[in-house]
């Protein structure tokens, strides 16, 4: 079973397009079957079984685009989605609120209805693709339009290390599509956020953190997901931020280190590393809402490793994959 830090979407099956009203069945619910228990509305016109589940957030967004109209293209996180990238699950940072679904319209005229946001610029049909019998945005251009929704630097280079960590593109490769497409609306608030973005992040709350390392911190750009070895070469740990030169590691320890064995887990990892001579830097979530406080806890530690003998070595960097 996957880990539910995996960046990369667990497989899904089983969608349900939703379908009109047919009075012969054969297609669709008759006028009468639509009304009953067995049949559910997703939008006017438009049901599915009512075995089919709508929290389901691949449903949700197939329900989405149906609602759009065939010449719609689903692009932003819900293509992103579909492609295979975990992290765009549709929920706003609280973890609760749903998203809407961005929808470019292609030129279709579609008035705003609650669960679409209409997205007027034209999507080029060489940068569609079928995700699921649903026409998507390609990952770059997904991407590209999920960056201009979000606005602030920082969350844009968030994203862009998520899909990054599926293996779905690379910074490099947006880059190259920015490039060519100079001419799109936001196109350098894009670029700049790029610059930000690193590709070895395994989830957005490390990378939130990897950016306060980075900026806020100002020790400049970690080294992420690197194993580290001791001595003789044997592994010690897999720490989700280095520095080099200062000899501190950086942990985001999400909700799932609070099991119990993984707490255990943790402290040993913590012991290991500082036997070798790293000090060692744990985040929760509340943290990365108070930069200052992260920089204080980081300052702290670059202090006490200036007191420990260096015992240990950079091993080589972890493989990933980008079609």
Known sequence: ????????????????????????GRTGPTRKQARGPHWRTTSAGLFVPASVSADLVEQRIVEAHARAGERAVVTGWAALRLHGARFSDGLARDGRTRLPVPVATNGERRAEVPGLLLIRQRVPEDEVVLRHGVRCASVERALFDEMRRLGEPREMAVAVGAVCAAGLTSVQRMRGYAAARRWYR????????????VEDCRSPQE??????WEYDAGWGRPVGNRPVLDESGRL??????????????GEYAGADHRDIDRHESDIARE???????????????RDLRDPAKVVARMQEAEQRAGLLPRRWQVGPPMSRRVP
């Open 271 to 285: 012991a290991a590393l500082r036997r070798v001579g790293l000090e060692y830097v744990e985040v929760v979530a």
């Open 186 to 197: 936001d196109v350098r608030t894009v670029t700049g956020a790029l610059e930000m973005s």
């Open 1 to 24: 079973m996957p880990h539910r830090w995996d960046p990369t979407a667990p497989p899904v099956t089983g969608l349900v397009r939703p379908v009109r009203v047919d009075p012969t």
């Open 236 to 249: 010690v740990a897999v720490p989700d931020l280095l520095d080099v030169t200062r000899g501190v590691v």
């Open 207 to 212: 990378d939130r953190f990897r950016l306060i």
